[in-house]
């Protein structure tokens, strides 16, 4: 059902934790699953220096989010805002139609934390960032009604 780099990932998560004084924090939430994310960054000199992160969710969800971190880790603002949610799963070997959805929240979890650090800056936020932002806030709402 998962490949190995998935299960690597679940077995030994990298990144895991939440970062001290972080200057970015996202967060994102599936209706139907009830999976919840959380990522922390630090930035410095416009790239990703630290990442952190804390999952509450299934296998993929936990290797989803490990892989994101390591993808973005040392990447600047505008390279992590082009990780998109298939390249999540295809660095980690595909992942089953019924949990893509995993490799959809650790993006957006990314961006999310991405979208509050040039928030709380006060930088300019892309068009799309601010799209995405949206959604994400209207998803997580719905979520936490149903909890």
Partial sequence: ??????????????NMGKLKEPNGIGKVGNVICGDIMWIYIKVRKNKI???GWETMGCAAAISTT????????????????KIGRNDVA??????PPIKMHCSNL????????????LSKNKMPIPK?????HERI?????????RH
Avoid: C, W
Avoid at 90 to 95: A, M, R, W
């Fill in 1 to 14: 059902m998962y490949s190995s780099k998935v299960l690597e990932h679940f077995r030994n998560p990298r």
């Fill in 90 to 95: 295809s660095e980690l070997g595909g992942l």
């Fill in 66 to 81: 490990s892989m994101i971190s390591e993808l973005a880790k040392g990447k600047t603002l505008n390279d992590a805002m």
């Fill in 49 to 51: 220096a630290e990442i």
């Fill in 137 to 145: 806030l209207r998803e997580l709402n719905s979520v936490e009604h």
């Fill in 106 to 117: 650790a993006a957006d979890a990314l961006h999310e934390a991405i979208y509050n650090y």
């Fill in 128 to 132: 799309e960032l601010q799209k995405d």
